[in-house]
């Protein structure tokens, strides 16, 4: 229909033309009046033509700004029930371009594993715009706090400014006349790309507002969904656990037998070289029967009993132990305990278990002696139990997996001292941090909350 109008335009405005040359050179006026009178004439039927047509078109996108404005309102109360980015980019890409103000429409999401933001979805005709975009410059404004990007404003500062011509192409390229950030504090999440095809000025402030609106709301569902699908991978491992921890006690019974029967073998009549034979099998069946207890250990729910209690004397005791284990000339152990510092709720086996853990990590990380030093002091609203060494540090590696469970780079270990302490150290609300300086040493804080609990 628009062509068949605009097509009986041209045709009109044609033979008209035709109308005013024919009755011109057939009555020969002066050319300057001829061009006045002309142009009278065009003004007359082409002004109010203009008005028409702006009449109309204002009409027309009132109506499709109506049925955006619509269509936010829908979304609004919609999105906060949406719990998959499947959905949401389903339902916010396909509402909008429904609504015929957006004729086409994408969403990019940050791919924090490929640091680019990748295209999850696109509506609207044509080629679907590149599926990713490399985040500089395209975040760079972003962590300043910018405004959404408008196309046709970024071109016209993009003569002076060398970023906002980068940006406008990049919008260019991705088919958009706006990007709305969907943010979350100074980290932009994803873009909400947009571009009305029939109306260059691209939207409105109004409706700008009321689209960063909407990306906050989509802010919402990606969190959500987020923390959904960790918590299907918590269920998942957690039935993983139960099987391996119904398999280690399985393995026990089996072994305990291999032992047994190794060890009466060895109070036969065998050649020395059976019976070295039969000592391997005993300490390999002694050694894997740690590592399954262990791991039952590990497995096992934790079972805390916080009481008040002070945080020195278990640092006592646990120091008393370790001296228990056999004097060590070359290892210098530095107390510094603060004598001030408050009772706080603690389980004293669980956290003595902990500061042993990492006493021992500590005195095997120095096989050619060194220091240890052991502080307790208070700082905001936590106790906290610094245990460091002047040992070789911790590598990049090591730093990356320390609490993973059975990580381990010792002969003997068995990985779980400090999987197990940072659940302890969970357990009580506590924090147990790690750091260290490479070829000087490591350093491992236990921050247990001090009463009252520290807010956050
Ligand atoms: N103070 C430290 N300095 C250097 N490396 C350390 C230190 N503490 C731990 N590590 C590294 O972290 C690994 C894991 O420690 P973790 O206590 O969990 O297990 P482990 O000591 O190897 O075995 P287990 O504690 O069961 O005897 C260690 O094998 C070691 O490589
Ligand atoms: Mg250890």
């Known amino acids: 229909?628009?062509?068949?109008?605009?097509?009986?335009?041209?045709?009109?405005?044609?033979?008209?033309?035709?109308?005013?040359?024919?009755?011109?050179?057939?009555?020969?006026?002066?050319?300057?009046?001829?061009?006045?009178?002309?142009?009278?004439?065009?003004?007359?039927?082409?002004?109010?033509?203009?008005?028409?047509?702006?009449?109309?078109?204002?009409?027309?996108?009132?109506?499709?700004?109506?049925?955006?404005?619509?269509?936010?309102?829908?979304?609004?109360?919609?999105?906060?029930?949406?719990?998959?980015?499947?959905?949401?980019?389903?339902?916010?890409?396909?509402?909008?371009?429904?609504?015929?103000?957006?004729?086409?429409?994408?969403?990019?999401?940050?791919?924090?594993?490929?640091?680019?933001?990748?295209?999850?979805?696109?509506?609207?005709?044509?080629?679907?715009?590149p599926a990713v975009l490399a985040a500089l410059p395209f975040s760079a404004g972003f962590a300043a706090g910018a405004e959404p990007y408008q196309r046709h404003e970024l071109v016209r500062r993009g003569r002076t400014d060398q970023h906002a011509s980068e940006v406008a192409e990049i919008l260019g390229a991705m088919g958009a006349e706006l990007a709305v950030p969907v943010r979350s504090g100074s980290h932009v999440l994803g873009w909400l790309a947009l571009r009305d095809e029939d109306w260059a000025e691209g939207y409105s402030a109004d409706e700008i507002g009321r689209l960063s609106t909407l990306a906050d709301r989509c802010r919402l569902v990606l969190t959500n969904a987020r923390e959904i699908s960790a918590l299907e991978q918590r269920r998942r491992l957690a039935a993983m656990g139960e099987m391996a921890a119904g398999l280690a006690h399985e393995i026990r019974n089996p072994l305990a037998g291999l032992k047994g029967a190794a060890q009466y073998l060895q109070t036969e009549e065998v050649s020395p070289d059976a019976r070295e034979m039969l000592q391997v099998i005993v300490d390999e069946a002694n050694r894997l029967d740690v590592v399954v207890r262990s791991f039952l250990d590990y497995a096992r729910p934790l079972d805390v009993s916080r009481a008040r209690g002070s945080v020195n004397a278990v640092v006592g005791h646990a120091l008393g132990l370790l001296?228990?284990?056999?004097?060590?000339?070359?290892?210098?152990?530095?107390?510094?305990?603060?004598?001030?510092?408050?009772?706080?709720?603690?389980?004293?086996?669980?956290?003595?278990?902990?500061?042993?853990?990492?006493?021992?990590?500590?005195?095997?990380?120095?096989?050619?002696?060194?220091?240890?030093?052991?502080?307790?002091?208070?700082?905001?609203?936590?106790?906290?139990?610094?245990?460091?060494?002047t040992g070789p540090g911790l590598t990049a590696e090591a730093m990356s997996r320390l609490f993973v469970p059975f990580y381990t780079t010792k002969a003997g270990g068995t990985g779980l001292g400090l999987a197990i302490s940072r659940r302890l150290v969970d357990a009580h609300g506590g924090e147990l941090q790690v750091s260290s300086d490479p070829g000087r040493g490591a350093t491992f804080v236990v921050r247990l909350p001090a009463s009252p609990a520290p807010a956050g």
């Open 323 to 389: 001296r228990a284990q056999g004097p060590r000339p070359d290892i210098h152990v530095v107390e510094a305990l603060d004598p001030g510092l408050p009772t706080v709720l603690l389980d004293s086996a669980g956290i003595g278990q902990v500061v042993i853990n990492l006493l021992q990590n500590a005195v095997q990380a120095m096989p050619r002696g060194g220091t240890v030093g052991v502080t307790t002091r208070q700082r905001e609203g936590w106790a906290e139990i610094a245990v460091s060494d």
């Open 1 to 129: 229909a628009a062509l068949g109008l605009s097509a009986s335009l041209l045709l009109l405005v044609d033979s008209l033309t035709f109308l005013w040359v024919d009755t011109f050179t057939a009555y020969p006026f002066h050319g300057t009046f001829q061009l006045f009178l002309t142009s009278l004439v065009f003004l007359a039927a082409y002004d109010p033509f203009a008005a028409e047509v702006r009449r109309l078109t204002n009409r027309v996108f009132n109506r499709r700004g109506q049925a955006l404005s619509e269509t936010l309102d829908h979304l609004n109360a919609e999105l906060p029930g949406l719990l998959s980015t499947d959905a949401l980019v389903e339902r916010v890409l396909g509402g909008l371009h429904a609504s015929g103000r957006v004729s086409s429409a994408s969403l990019y999401l940050w791919d924090p594993r490929l640091e680019v933001f990748r295209r999850a979805g696109y509506r609207g005709g044509g080629d679907a715009p």
